[in-house]
């Protein structure tokens, strides 16, 4: 695993007590395969119902851009069909750490954000086959199976004072117990 990421995003005097990156598993793991499958399904309908509407509209008038509108479709329709494939490349580059100062989730695709160590509490622990945990940090606002996925890139949202909060989602750590204790200890 690579720190550096991280270490950029330390205050100084900060230093890092727990560090690891999540491993996904597989694409279409148990919990996944029901959410990946649903999602396919929806977009493969509503994108060939767009195209009967389109192809009968194209005919009707007689109008000679089907090609160009076609590839449109065919373009955002394979960009949204892809949305759990390029999830689960993001996921494998995000790093998680735990600094004297704050909980990190670090990302070279999405934003990387943090959470004061004070608020780190309490932490939800979902253990999962292959000795890999995920931990959810800071909320007691359960998750979807198959919502922990995305999470685990963005962080659970919780409504506070008006406001969206993003919360650490460590999705499969393998080393989960230690960051626990971590966690537990700076609550004493």
Not at 42 to 58: E, H, K, Q
Not at 98 to 115: E, G, K, N, P
Not at 158 to 177: H, I
Request: glycine residues 6%; charged residues 25%.
């Amino acid at each position: 695993m690579d720190l550096e990421k991280i270490t950029k995003l330390l205050n100084p005097g900060e230093q890092i007590l727990w560090a690891s990156a999540s491993q996904p598993g597989k694409l279409m793991d148990e919990k996944n395969k029901h959410r990946n499958m649903r999602w396919f399904v929806i977009v493969g309908a509503v994108f060939a119902l767009l195209m009967f509407f389109y192809v009968r509209a194209c005919v009707r008038a007689g109008t000679n851009v089907f090609s160009v509108v076609t590839l449109v479709f065919v373009l955002v329709a394979v960009i949204i069909f892809l949305d759990p494939v390029t999830t689960f490349r993001k996921l494998k580059k995000v790093e998680y750490a735990i600094t004297t100062d704050r909980v990190i989730v670090c990302s070279s695709t999405a934003s990387s954000f943090s959470l004061p160590r004070s608020k780190a509490a309490p932490v939800q622990v979902i253990d999962e086959e292959g000795g890999v945990s995920t931990l959810i940090i800071g909320t007691k606002k359960s998750v979807k199976p198959g919502k922990l996925r995305q999470h685990g890139l963005t962080g659970l949202f919780v409504t506070e004072n008006e406001k969206d909060v993003p919360y650490p989602v460590f999705y499969r750590v393998p080393d989960a117990k230690e960051a626990v204790r971590i966690l537990e200890s700076s609550e004493k």
